[in-house]
T-cell receptor, first 116, second 113 residues
Framework: GAGVSQSPSNKVTEKGKDVELRCDPI?????LYWYRQSLGQGLEFLIY????????KSGLPSDRFSAERTGGSVSTLTIQRTQQEDSAVYLC??????????????FGSGTRLTVV | AQSVAQPEDQVNVAEGNPLTVKCTYSVSGNPYLFWYVQYPNRGLQFLLKYITGDNLVKGSYGFEAEFNKSQTSFHLKKPSALVSDSALYFC???????????FGKGTRLHILP
């Protein structure tokens, strides 16, 4: 597609429920990143996929968070047993391989998650 | 560990005045530095980058940034601010061989008419 697409744009869930957030990167972009934007916390790196390599999961805050990327394209971020502190905007970005260096990232509009 | 600091949560500037948004970084190795902007209800947009070469980098919308290695800073500047520049600005750093970018906490820029 023309840009990075994220769905849903807004999600309200009850504490303890599982949620899935979807990211559809720009066609041809081999690298995909998930970030979390919380009020006053800036952008927190969560996970990074590059081609067929093992993902860099070093930013995932707990084992309740996981992500997968199927067929090198669409990615799903799953949060199990959601907690109120998980409330944030979850941003996805993609780039052309080492594109973070040459091209920067292209970000989606994000999913605003509210845990009540 | 690499990190980025934006010491100001908010910066207020009168329209037409020059603006500066501060950023300092801490990395081991050569830094690659970026500025991104987030307008209200819109996604994050790439503004400019420093990889190598001239310390003064020019980007979109008339913004520029100056890389200062001795002060480990990468301040964002614009000679004459516009009300439309009001947004949230993020500084970011990447280290060679590490393809993820680390962002600062952001600085909210208010341009007063």
């Amino acid at each position: 597609g023309a840009g990075v697409s994220q769905s849903p744009s807004n999600k309200v869930t009850e504490k303890g429920k599982d949620v899935e957030l979807r990211c559809d990167p720009i066609s041809g972009h081999t690298a995909l990143y998930w970030y979390r934007q919380s009020l006053g916390q800036g952008l927190e790196f969560l996970i990074y996929f590059q081609g067929n390599s093992a993902p860099d999961k070093s930013g995932l805050p707990s084992d309740r968070f996981s992500a997968e990327r199927t067929g090198g394209s669409v990615s799903t971020l799953t949060i199990q047993r959601t907690q109120q502190e998980d409330s944030a905007v979850y941003l996805c970005a993609s780039s052309m391989g080492q594109g973070a260096l040459n091209y920067g990232y292209t970000f989606g509009s994000g999913t605003r998650l509210t845990v009540v | 560990a690499q990190s980025v600091a934006q010491p100001e949560d908010q910066v207020n500037v009168a329209e037409g005045n020059p603006l500066t948004v501060k950023c300092t970084y801490s990395v081991s190795g050569n830094p690659y530095l970026f500025w991104y902007v987030q307008y209200p209800n819109r996604g994050l947009q790439f503004l400019l980058k420093y990889i190598t070469g001239d310390n003064l980098v020019k980007g979109s919308y008339g913004f520029e940034a100056e890389f200062n290695k001795s002060q480990t800073s990468f301040h964002l500047k614009k000679p004459s601010a516009l009300v439309s520049d009001s947004a949230l600005y993020f500084c970011a750093v990447r280290v060679w061989r590490d393809d993820k970018i680390i962002f600062g906490k952001g600085t909210r820029l208010h341009i007063l008419p």
